[in-house]
């Protein structure tokens, strides 16, 4: 009899699971995922359709196949099939590991899930970075997702007073968090704060952070779209980030790559023959359309895909307050075949539709675009709102070398106007994550003259680094640098492959000739972002940049103030006119050569070969910010006589002030001189021979660096 019973009970359990599924309408305003109820429950749903059954499987069953979870079947039509099912009886702080089991075959985590579980790289992640990380499921297998009911919301106390820089104001810092800080966390990425807002970039860019194949990587392998990378730190802790650089003035934008996806991705899997999509795959083309691709290539004409890629957009804002989204390789957001560099109307209509998405989400939120295409396609989105790339890399790298055959070095493509674009949309840059390094180019293959100048040396190779600076934030426009930039970053992007893990190098900042760099850095950023000749729409721009001696020039003027850039790439002395746009006083923003034009003289101004000046019309008092610490410490130290005769001046130290050393910093942010001091005498003797013009004298004392100008009127 016990026998007989058990036999029954096994029938009907293979005759309830082989039960058709029972076909109900899903509740109101729930959507596809993981929906939290007021009472605790937690209601999935899933949108599959072809699929004859849906089981959920996880903690809270023992990852049993059980027909209570049996998931109900919302059907639209044969392509519109929605599965659902309300889980009740979970404990509010506990962390629930769930999949889906397909067709009693397949088993995937939920593709809205903001966090998951992986088998294989969850014990790589170290407890200092994710603290108290949930065990993968004993006995399971394949990635899982995460249902957590009592999930706080995290409160932001600056993102609601938070206003945005203007699209052409924006000064970006891209930062790939692996290769920037050691142990990759955001918790850790708060510390550097102080660092960027000294610099003065107003947004942060940070490549892609949702979750990817693998742990150590550049991110544009993508899986799971809603889920924060467990490798960078919990959820919180980029609220927290988001929420910190707020309160400095500092917007954040994330990049996200919805070109393609990899395979781990459960949209993939869902509808997957082992090699490749199938055709009935509502996300993904079973074959790619564009000539470039990546793994699994998304229909961005899909109405699936694009309800996807709506809700993706509408997360990180409303969730996390990012400020915008920089889309990668938007060029291939379309279903034409070929290299996709033609004018494409369709995809023009695909992005105009997602950008219009985002702005009903965030209606002031930044839409960039990598987007290598035709510029008559590029004009038309940037005419639509949305900031584009502008990659003039190698423009900026072959004159920072100091080759200037006609053309080959010309920059002025990096500017807007000369692209015929309305909006001062097009963000120009030197490096980006996904470039050769201007250092490694400077060091490796820079040019010389002779044994008198050699751009491969060192402290050369970082002054034509700030030459180049010079050049693309005096351009309006939004600008960004990529991470280590301003210091003199000199590994190649190929070190360790393309992809692999570079080198940290924060220890650059101690670095007497980096630390200038950076400075003339922030001096030119923060001169960019006070003056709106360098920023404004209305700005008239002349560029003269193509020359094949090297010389280079951009003519501003604006209501508010002109300005003239001129600077030589050569590697020889020569000589300029600077074209001044009008009569009147001119002055040297980082000199003392003003000059009085009166509106005829054929003007020549020799430049040493590195060497650039930037003029305006009005005088602008110079705050250099190579001083630590305030105008009441510079009043402690004075030079004596200043200007300066013969070959020595004298440190007065007024208040007996510890001094450590006292460093001699030309025009071009060359370091010319060093002394240790290492005392605090009333008064240290400094000989200096070098010729005629302003230095700037940096004094490292005891509290930090005052930095005092010097003018030698003799030799």
């Not at 702080?93 to 397949?106: C, H, K, M, V």
């Not at 979750?211 to 960078?232: I, L, Q």
């Not at 890629?309 to 889309?327: A, K, M, N, P, Q």
């Not at 939004?478 to 003199?488: D, I, T, V, Y």
Request: proline share 4%.
């Amino acid at each position: 009899m016990k026998l007989l019973f058990t036999s029954l009970l096994l029938l009907l359990s293979v005759f309830s699971y082989s039960l058709a599924p029972i076909e109900e309408v899903r509740p109101a305003n729930i959507r596809d995922g993981i929906n939290y109820m007021p009472n605790g429950n937690v209601i999935l749903s899933f949108f599959a359709p072809y699929k004859d059954s849906i089981y959920v499987i996880g903690d809270f069953n023992s990852w049993q196949k059980n027909s209570t979870y049996f998931m109900k079947k919302d059907v639209v039509d044969n392509d519109h099939v929605y599965w659902w099912l309300e889980i009740t009886g979970l404990n509010s702080n506990t962390e629930y590991a769930f999949q889906y089991l397909i067709d009693d075959g397949l088993k995937i985590a939920d593709p809205y899930t903001e966090k998951v579980l992986d088998p294989t790289y969850d014990v790589s992640i170290s407890a200092s970075t994710y603290p108290n990380l949930k065990p993968y499921p004993s006995g399971q297998s394949g990635i899982v997702s995460l249902i957590y009911p009592s999930n706080q919301e995290y409160t932001y106390l600056n993102s609601t007073s938070f206003v945005r820089p203007a699209k052409e104001k924006l000064t970006i810092y891209e930062i790939l968090l692996r290769d920037y800080i050691a142990d990759h966390s955001f918790k850790t990425l708060e510390d550097s704060l102080p660092y960027l807002k000294k610099l003065g970039i107003n947004a942060i860019e940070i490549m892609p952070l949702n979750e990817f194949e693998g742990n150590s990587s550049w991110g544009y392998n993508p899986s799971f779209y809603f889920a924060v990378d467990k490798y960078y730190g919990p959820a919180n802790d980029l609220k927290s980030f988001i929420d910190k650089c707020h309160g400095e003035g500092i917007a954040v934008i994330i990049d996200l790559v919805l070109n393609h996806s990899y395979s781990s991705s459960p949209l993939v899997q869902l509808y997957y023959d082992g090699t490749k999509p199938t055709g009935e795959n509502p996300w993904f083309n079973r074959d790619c359309v564009s000539a470039h691709c990546w793994s699994n290539d998304f229909n961005h004409s899909s109405i699936a895909t694009q309800y996807f890629i709506d809700r993706v957009t509408e997360h990180w804002l409303s969730e996390y307050h990012f400020d915008g989204i920089r889309f990668d390789f938007t060029q291939g957001f379309t279903q034409t075949a070929g290299d996709n560099w033609a004018k494409d109307n369709s995809r023009i209509a695909i992005i105009k539709r997602m950008a219009d998405k985002v702005w009903a989400t965030d209606p002031t939120a930044y839409v960039i675009l990598e987007h290598w295409a035709d510029n008559a396609e590029e004009t038309i989105l940037a005419d639509y709102g949305c900031m584009l790339w502008g990659n003039i890399t190698e423009k900026y790298q072959e004159a920072a070398m100091g080759y200037n055959e006609t053309l080959k070095s010309d920059i002025s493509w990096g500017f807007y106007g000369n692209r015929g674009w309305t909006n001062p949309y097009l963000v120009t840059y030197i490096e980006s994550h996904d470039e050769e390094r201007i250092m490694y180019k400077n060091i490796n293959y820079g040019n010389a003259d002779g044994t008198t100048y050699n751009i491969k040396n060192l402290p050369t190779a970082l002054n034509r680094s700030a030459l180049d600076a010079a050049f693309l934030f005096t351009i309006p426009g939004p600008k960004m640098l990529w991470q280590f930039q301003e210091l003199g970053y000199d590994y190649s992007i190929d070190y360790n492959t393309r992809v692999g893990e570079k080198p940290i190098r924060w220890d650059y900042l101690n670095e007497t000739s980096r630390k200038t760099l950076y400075d003339k850095y922030s001096e030119l950023i923060k001169l960019r972002l006070n003056n709106e000749v360098f920023t404004s729409a209305q700005t008239n721009v002349s560029m003269s940049t193509g020359a094949a001696d090297g010389l280079k020039k951009i003519i501003l003027t604006h209501t508010s103030m002109n300005a003239v850039v001129i600077g030589n790439f050569g590697t020889v002395q020569a000589s300029i006119n600077p074209t001044f746009p009008s009569a009147g006083n001119w002055y040297d923003y980082f000199g003392s050569n003003d000059i009085s034009y009166n509106g005829s003289d054929n003007l020549s101004i020799n430049l040493s070969p590195g060497e650039y000046r930037i003029y305006t019309s009005t005088n602008i008092t110079t705050k250099k910010n190579n001083t630590k610490t305030t105008s009441k410490d510079s009043d402690k130290f004075s030079i004596y006589p200043n200007p300066m005769l013969g070959n020595s001046f004298t440190i007065i130290n007024h208040n007996n002030t510890f001094i450590e050393t006292v460093q001699i910093v030309d025009c071009s942010g060359n370091l010319v001189a060093r002394k240790n001091i290492q005392s605090n005498k009333n008064i240290s003797k400094i000989s200096f021979k070098q010729p005629i013009g302003l230095y700037f004298v940096l004094v490292t004392h005891k509290n930090g660096v005052v930095s005092l100008k010097l003018v030698k009127s003799t030799y």
